[in-house]
Every structure is written in structure tokens, then in C-alpha cells.
């Protein structure tokens, strides 16, 4: 689920380097042992998500406190953080951790057990709910799964997916979401692979429509009180959805 920078609401390949105070504004890759930091700010950007809250929000945990939901939102937040961090590609701004995006590249799946286990998404089996774990398990992650490779057919496992994109409430309007963006998008048009997303809100359409993604379809999640609607977006490289052969932009990798 991607989200810009202006709304509350809506997973290593490469090597890493240390935390510089000279860097904080330029967009690097996490590591392991900053799994944590990163996860503090997704749950906050995503602390009112709709998605979110439909693990959370079931008849089965009407007696649980918001305090009770906040830990899990919290623990759902960290594993699918650890499991990018992983298997894909999480990228960092600010200087502390003020915006994070989450990206499975080329070739890359967080589908595995062993990243499942290592990650600590296992827990959720025995943390959710009846009813959380069969929309988490059953229901949401089956669609997203199917969803993208309807959409995307042979270049399913052959593009860049931005899973999530989330940024604190006190560094939104700073341009950080627009440099994680083109951070990878730059390098999808020197690849020639498009990339997609699905957004949690609609008033985020607007805005990833800028950097060059198109809306094609909505899905729902519907096992809650009323069907929950998820935006599908596929931006195409550059060079093929302008038709131009001009020369392809560079980035430094970090």
C-alpha cells in the first residue's frame, strides 16, 4: 500500500553504507539494524490507514483496547518492514527516518518461508484474530498477489512494486516522498520496466499521477461491514510510454 506525503491514511540487494549527518536528505538503503527506526515511521504514516485497520477492526476484537490494536498495528508494520528489508529494497530519507519507502524490484518475492520466519510474520498467526488472520492471510494477501500478476501478465516478476510509501506527519511538504519515488523510478526507465503500486486512497491518485502512473483498476477487500477499496496504478518507463530513445537519467547507487 503506497501513500504520498499529504494524507494520513491509505517490502537487500544493494550494498549499504552507515548513517551520515551530511546525507540526511539524499535517499539511501536501510540495512537490518535499522529495521526498527524505519517501522516507527510507517506505523505512524499509516496509523489511521483503512487497510490497516481492517486486520484490526473485527467483531472478534470489539472487547480489545486501542492500546491492544496499536501493538498489533505496530507488530504488523515491523514484520512486513523486517521482510523488504530482506528480500527487497527499503529506502530512507531525513534525518530521522522521515520518510520510508518499501520496494520489491526485479526478481524479488517476500513469498518465501524462510523470509516469512526470519521476518517474524509468523507471529501474526497467533497474534491476529480468527477473523484478522483470515482477512490478513486469506483474503488480502491472495489478492494482491493474483492482482498483480492479472495486471501485469509476463512482466509480473520483471518490474519494480512499491509496496509501501509512508512519512511522519511532521515531515510531510519537504519533498521526501518525491525523492523516494524517483529514486527508483530513475532507474525503472534506465531498465525499461515499469512499476507498480496499489494505494489505500483515492486522493493519492492525483498525486502519484504526477511522476508518470496511470490508475487501471480498483479491487476490494470485503469481508469487513462495506467493501474496502484498494487503487491499482502501473507507471510505464519513460523511454517506452513516450516513445522517446533519448538518453536515460543516472543515480548513483548507494
Same mark, same amino acid.
Given at each position: 500500500?503506497?501513500?504520498?506525503?499529504?494524507?494520513?491514511?491509505?517490502?537487500?540487494?544493494?550494498?549499504?553504507?552507515?548513517?551520515?549527518?551530511?546525507?540526511?536528505?539524499?535517499?539511501?538503503?536501510?540495512?537490518?539494524?535499522?529495521?526498527?527506526? $524505519?517501522?516507527?515511521?510507517?506505523? *505512524?504514516?499509516? &496509523? /489511521?490507514?483503512?487497510?490497516?485497520?481492517?486486520?484490526?477492526? %473485527? =467483531? #472478534?476484537?470489539?472487547?480489545?483496547?486501542?492500546?491492544?490494536?496499536?501493538?498489533?498495528?505496530?507488530?504488523?508494520?515491523?514484520?512486513?518492514?523486517?521482510?523488504?528489508?530482506?528480500?527487497?529494497? $527499503?529506502?530512507?530519507?531525513?534525518? *530521522?527516518?522521515? &520518510? /520510508?519507502?518499501?520496494?520489491?524490484?526485479?526478481?524479488?518475492? %517476500? =513469498? #518465501?518461508?524462510?523470509?516469512?520466519?526470519?521476518?517474524?510474520?509468523?507471529?501474526?498467526?497467533?497474534?491476529?484474530?480468527?477473523?484478522?488472520?483470515?482477512?490478513?492471510?486469506?483474503?488480502?494477501?491472495?489478492?494482491?498477489?493474483?492482482?498483480?500478476?492479472?495486471?501485469?501478465?509476463?512482466?509480473?516478476?520483471?518490474?519494480?512494486?512499491?509496496?509501501?510509501?509512508?512519512?511522519?506527519?511532521?515531515?510531510?511538504?519537504?519533498?521526501?516522498?518525491?525523492?523516494?519515488?524517483?529514486?527508483?523510478?530513475?532507474?525503472?526507465?534506465?531498465?525499461?520496466?515499469?512499476?507498480?503500486?496499489?494505494?489505500?486512497?483515492?486522493?493519492?491518485?492525483?498525486?502519484?499521477?504526477?511522476?508518470?502512473?496511470?490508475?487501471?483498476?480498483?479491487?476490494?477487500?470485503?469481508?469487513?461491514?462495506?467493501?474496502?477499496?484498494?487503487?491499482?496504478?502501473?507507471?510505464?518507463?519513460?523511454?517506452?510510454?513516450?516513445?522517446?530513445?533519448?538518453?536515460?537519467?543516472?543515480?548513483?547507487?548507494?
Amino acid at each position: 500500500m503506497a501513500q504520498n506525503n499529504n494524507h494520513n491514511g491509505s517490502m537487500v540487494l544493494e550494498k549499504k553504507r552507515s548513517v551520515s549527518v551530511d546525507s540526511t536528505d539524499e535517499v539511501r538503503v536501510l540495512n537490518m539494524s535499522e529495521c526498527e527506526k $524505519a517501522s516507527e515511521c510507517l506505523w *505512524d504514516a499509516f &496509523a /489511521v490507514d483503512e487497510v490497516m485497520r481492517y486486520f484490526l477492526d %473485527t =467483531d #472478534d476484537m470489539a472487547t480489545c483496547s486501542e492500546d491492544q490494536k496499536w501493538k498489533l498495528h505496530c507488530n504488523i508494520v515491523r514484520y512486513l518492514t523486517a521482510a523488504h528489508i530482506q528480500k527487497g529494497i $527499503a529506502t530512507v530519507i531525513g534525518p *530521522d527516518y522521515d &520518510a /520510508v519507502a518499501l520496494w520489491l524490484p526485479p526478481g524479488t518475492n %517476500t =513469498d #518465501d518461508w524462510l523470509t516469512f520466519f526470519r521476518s517474524g510474520l509468523w507471529r501474526l498467526y497467533y497474534q491476529l484474530s480468527t477473523e484478522g488472520k483470515k482477512r490478513f492471510f486469506n483474503e488480502f494477501a491472495p489478492l494482491l498477489h493474483d492482482t498483480k500478476h492479472d495486471v501485469l501478465g509476463e512482466r509480473d516478476n520483471d518490474s519494480y512494486y512499491l509496496v509501501w510509501l509512508g512519512s511522519k506527519p511532521s515531515s510531510r511538504g519537504k519533498g521526501y516522498a518525491r525523492k523516494l519515488i524517483e529514486h527508483m523510478t530513475v532507474r525503472a526507465d534506465e531498465e525499461g520496466k515499469a512499476t507498480y503500486l496499489e494505494s489505500s486512497s483515492e486522493l493519492n491518485l492525483s498525486y502519484y499521477k504526477k511522476f508518470g502512473f496511470d490508475h487501471t483498476m480498483d479491487i476490494q477487500l470485503e469481508r469487513g461491514p462495506k467493501p474496502l477499496k484498494l487503487h491499482i496504478m502501473i507507471r510505464e518507463p519513460k523511454s517506452i510510454a513516450s516513445g522517446s530513445k533519448g538518453a536515460s537519467a543516472k543515480i548513483r547507487m548507494l
